[in-house]
């Protein structure tokens, strides 16, 4: 069984990613492997996207402006893994001006330099472009930008600044990840080069469900022709092949996850069955009460560059998978059906909801997951951070 070893050095990571515990993020996943021979300061710090004054966007400022001032009585800094501490410096929401930008790198400088262990190598991974400001200010021995979106492809997402702060970062950092061959050639373009390490999953969780899960109330009691899609809702949803799928069959669609920014309120009833956020651990059971897993995602530059978490966690259940034909689902051709258009969507989730998985997909899944571990990721992920010791 493949292990991670103890770094050559005492090495602290240093970790800016989505807030921890808002969502399974591939970061959040790689540093459960790497804990606790590495032990980690995890960075909340606002998004990426701009501002707008709708009730989402209000409550996600009244909860950062509620950590600057009380410590939170639950949440994710209750039950943090062993060698997992997290902090949420004062921040402005924003980066469109040189003050704001000031003020946000001196206010993330300050909290992380009062929280460097002693005698420790510090190492620098972050996932948004937002923190090129730090590189060269903020103690680091070595600085990791682990590249997992093009900034500049995603709706809402203030793209001037993310797209000059991403561009900086890529050219400052010691190391460069890619998480698909996409980023890697917009990597590549730039001048620099890449270390390739795609998301991983976890086999064990997702092919043995708990059962004991309490489905929501919402969710349909004839399980017989469910096609269930998991994560954000949002403007990447190619909605024209949900409501066809849903006025030409007999299928229910379910959408489980939170509404993104650009979510598009016609998704609602009676073409879908919204059931909102589920826990991670019960979206096992999920898959197991549904027929078929579906992914469908309109074809535009957002999703050309964006590799799905999801894509691996869907193949692992054995379910039958019906995906958008894109460069990151069409290197799993073998292992899921690829629709291009909503004729061939809606004929390949009827075909899947009758006949199941196809042999063959289910043999090419077990031969190619069981290298994509996340314990083989973290395993790459920490020679990178060794490098040169």
């Known amino acids: 069984m493949l292990e991670i070893p103890p770094p050559p050095v005492p090495t602290q990571l240093i970790v800016f990613a989505d807030d921890w515990g808002r969502h399974p993020s591939s970061s959040q996943h790689l540093i ?3 804990l606790p021979h590495y032990p980690t300061l995890w960075v909340n710090t606002v998004g990426t996207r701009r501002p707008r004054l709708t009730l989402a966007d209000m409550g996600r400022a009244a909860g950062i402006l509620t950590t600057w001032f009380f410590k939170p009585r639950r949440g994710p800094t209750v039950d943090l893994p062993d060698g997992l501490k997290v902090i949420a410096p004062k921040m402005y929401p924003g980066y469109r001006n040189r003050l704001q930008r000031r003020f946000n790198a001196i206010s993330v400088i300050n909290a992380v330099h009062r929280n460097l262990l002693q005698g420790h190598r510090t190492v620098v991974l972050s996932t948004l472009p937002t923190t090129a400001d730090l590189i060269g200010r903020m103690h680091a021995d070595r600085w990791i930008y682990y590249c997992v979106d093009l900034y500049d492809k995603w709706p809402g997402v203030d793209h001037d600044i993310m797209t000059q702060m991403d561009k900086a970062q890529v050219a400052l950092a010691d190391g460069l990840i890619a998480v698909s061959e996409v980023i890697a050639r917009y990597i590549k ?13 976890d086999l064990l969780f997702w092919q043995n469900p708990a ?18 899609f998991w994560g954000l809702l949002d403007g990447r949803m190619e ?14 669609i379910v959408l489980a996850g939170p509404k993104g920014a650009t979510y598009q309120s016609f998704l609602a009833d009676p073409y879908c069955d919204l059931l909102g956020p589920v826990a991670q651990r019960d979206l096992p059971a999920y898959a197991a009460s549904a027929r078929v897993l579906i992914m469908p995602y309109v074809d535009e530059p957002v999703t050309q560059m964006m590799q799905p978490l999801k894509l691996k966690e869907y193949l692992a259940t054995m379910k039958p998978v019906v995906v958008r034909d894109l460069p990151s689902t069409r290197q799993w051709a073998d292992c899921c059906d690829l629709a291009s258009d909503a004729e061939s ?19 090419a899944r077990k031969r190619r997951l069981a290298s994509e ?15 040169g010791h």
Do not use: Y
């Open 239 to 252: 909605t024209q092949w949900l409501m066809r799928l849903a006025k030409d069959t007999d299928c229910k």
């Open 373 to 387: 571990s996340w314990t083989a990721k973290a395993a790459q992920l920490a020679e990178l951070i060794n490098a």
């Open 345 to 363: 969507f809606v004929r390949l989730v009827l075909k899947r909801v009758q006949t199941g998985t196809p042999p063959e997909q289910i043999e």
């Open 211 to 228: 059962m004991d899960s309490i489905l929501s109330e919402d969710w349909p009691s004839d399980a017989r022709h469910i096609a269930l």
């Open 32 to 34: 459960r492997e790497l």
């Open 189 to 201: 373009a730039l001048g620099r080069e890449s270390v390739a390490i795609s998301h991983g999953v």
